[in-house]
């Protein structure tokens, strides 16, 4: 009697666990997340089309400086937890490309250089005072989650970077026509992360399709992704509502 409970409890246990996707079908799952991107965030529409004022672009700027800088911390905090040397000698890439190495300035200096860009002295962008309360809870948010998680997951909340050359492309394409005001060198930071993005994309989507195996591992890794995009959204959230008190207090 105790082998046929056993086995019906087996059969029922099938019955409530769906199957897990393919890799196919698995990495169609994470890339639909892309519909929750931040490039559809009304704030980057308006700014993508030219609507945006000086400003608000230097609102965004100063504010989006404080991922910047956070992210060789996340990075970082991946690799602590990583026990796999092969895989921390690819993820240390991520921290060289911003923080920088030898002659390479990284991408921490570029995005300074278009701050300088668009009339941000480097002592102002630095010191942070720019930044919105809003998007330090965010950002902070996504750097104690990597600290604490599973180095897998945190690297499957990288995914996000599937989505960013896209976005990149825009504004490579229609800041210099919708802000001429803007020094055209100070833009290098979106074009530099293009392929990087790409590099980062293949690398990450190979640890989450090996990781994320059984259906409740993979709905765990969509519920990371799309922490990720909303800690994003979250940050535009909160840039946009400064930069409309920034506005209300200069015409006050």
């Not at 630095?126 to 965010?138: C, D, E, M």
């Not at 896209?166 to 979106?190: T, V």
Request: net charge negative; proline share 4%; glycine share 6%.
């Amino acid at each position: 009697m105790s082998i046929v409970l056993s086995n019906l409890a087996g059969y029922n246990q099938k019955q409530t666990d769906p199957e897990a996707w393919d890799r196919a079908e698995f990495e169609r799952q994470l890339r639909a997340k892309g519909a929750g991107y931040h490039i559809h965030h009304p704030f980057n529409v308006r700014m993508n089309s030219g609507q945006l004022s000086p400003d608000d672009i230097r609102c965004w700027v100063a504010n989006r400086f404080y991922y910047q800088i956070n992210i060789p911390l996340k990075d970082a905090a991946v690799m602590s937890n990583c026990p796999d040397r092969e895989t921390r000698r690819r993820w240390i890439l991520r921290m060289l490309d911003h923080d920088g190495y030898g002659d390479n300035e990284g991408g921490i200096e570029a995005w300074t250089r278009l701050g300088e860009a668009v009339g941000i002295s480097r002592e102002d962008l630095w010191s942070l005072k720019l930044v919105a309360p809003g998007v330090r809870f965010a950002v902070d948010a996504y750097v104690n989650f990597a600290r604490q998680v599973p180095w897998q997951e945190a690297v499957c909340s990288s995914l996000t970077e599937m989505f960013a050359p896209k976005i990149h492309k825009d504004r490579l394409a229609n800041w210099p026509g919708h802000y001429q005001w803007i020094e055209a060198g100070g833009l290098e930071y979106f074009r530099s992360r293009i392929s990087l993005a790409e590099r980062d994309v293949e690398h990450g989507l190979q640890v989450t399709l090996d990781y994320f195996t059984t259906r409740k591992q993979q709905a765990r890794a969509l519920e990371i992704l799309q922490f990720k995009l909303d800690v994003l959204w979250s940050m535009l959230d909160a840039i946009e509502k400064a930069c409309q008190q920034n506005s209300e207090t200069s015409h006050a």
